[in-house]
């Protein structure tokens, strides 16, 4: 069934420790909501499953409250549900389809299931990206994919990790060091105040594949803290390990994100997901891309991690080609 347009849409994400809703118009964004959990999972050192679906339970109908209020909507206005089904934690993402459906079901309006890793993708919408063909680089907390958008809704993965996703790294290599949860920002962090060229840590190398690896890497940063540095890390050494270990975990990002820019003859490379926040990761493919005439995109901090906004853009995609 096709939906009438300007289409107003309440969107809904909740696949792992953020809880997030959005109201978006006609592509507009008119309201988005965000409640991260990272204060719950922090002492664990990372995400509690089942505390994690607990607690969207507990905020997801406040916020779906809040982003209407702050779109200046009701839900009778409202005239689609948009909401990941996945991947995720299991529990954690029944707690937004089971509220989607609902809703859908209760306001007689349209419900569209969004893939996660596409709705980082659909992130792209909010950062002028050109029309594809484009490239597509999506680097998360559980997945690391090079993707080859041949327009909206039409994709080829052409490489993936073959192991650890790069934002898994970034985690276990941060608690390997002692800098807490998530890994990412604090390897960030301390990777400004480090020396990157003090360790050498591998860089993956898988020939001409467009494929990922990181179980190598992080299996390093933990020899070289447990038996060359006898588990003794000064602050100075941490921050050391971290900018070592980011500048080799982003240079197979960079280099194969442009290689596949250059094989599949686009002019885009928009970057995606958690670890696209990256300010280091931000320069260099910046500046890789753009000796080879290929621009690069990223979202705004708040659209890398994980949003309700992009899951509206990509379930208003779908219905409007329904
Ligand atoms: O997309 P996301 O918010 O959730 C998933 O879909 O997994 O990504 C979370 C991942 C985590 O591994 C986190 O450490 C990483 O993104 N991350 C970063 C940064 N901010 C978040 N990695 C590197 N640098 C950052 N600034
Ligand atoms: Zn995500």
Redesign the pocket.
């Known amino acids: 069934m096709g939906v009438k347009e300007p289409l107003t849409v309440l969107s809904i994400e909740t696949?792992?420790d953020?809880t997030a809703a959005a109201v978006i118009k006609d592509g507009k964004i008119l309201s988005e909501q965000v409640a991260s959990q990272i204060d719950i999972h922090k002492k664990f050192g990372g995400v509690v499953p089942e505390l994690a679906s607990r607690n969207h339970l507990k905020k997801l109908n406040l916020l779906i409250q809040s982003a209407l209020e702050e779109a200046g909507l009701e839900f009778n206005d409202l005239e689609a549900v948009a909401v990941t089904a996945g991947p995720?934690l299991e529990g954690s993402l029944l707690v937004g389809l089971t509220t989607a459906r609902t809703l859908a079901m209760l306001l007689d309006i349209e419900l569209v299931e969004v893939d996660?890793l596409e709705a980082?993708l659909f992130a792209a919408k909010f950062s002028d990206v050109p029309a594809p063909p484009g490239i597509g680089l999506v680097?998360?907390?559980?997945?690391t994919r090079l993707i080859y958008i041949k327009e909206w809704g039409n994709y080829e993965i052409i490489g993936r990790t073959r192991d650890d996703?790069?934002?898994?790294a970034?985690?276990k290599v941060?608690s390997i060091v002692g800098l807490g949860y998530?890994?990412?920002?604090a390897?960030?962090k301390a990777a400004r105040r480090g020396d990157g060229k003090r360790f050498k840590f591998p860089v993956s190398n898988l020939g001409d594949s467009l494929d990922f690896s990181y179980s190598g890497i992080k299996t390093s940063v933990l020899y070289k803290v447990k038996y060359d540095l006898k588990g003794e890390l000064s602050s100075r050494d941490a921050a050391d390990i971290a900018a070592s270990f980011q500048y080799a975990a982003l240079t197979p990002l960079v280099e194969n994100a442009v290689r596949a820019a250059l094989k599949y003859k686009t002019k885009w490379i928009f970057a995606g997901?958690?670890?696209s926040?990256?300010?280091a990761?931000k320069e260099r493919l910046t500046e890789a891309a753009t000796r080879e005439g290929i621009k690069a995109f990223f979202p705004a901090k708040s659209h890398?991690?994980?949003n309700a906004s992009m899951v509206g853009a990509c379930g208003a995609f779908y219905l409007r080609k329904s």
């Open positions: 696949s792992c953020e995720g996660h980082h680097v998360s907390g559980g997945h996703a790069a934002g898994e970034f985690d941060a998530p890994g990412g920002p390897i960030e997901g958690g670890v926040a990256n300010s990761l890398s991690t994980d």
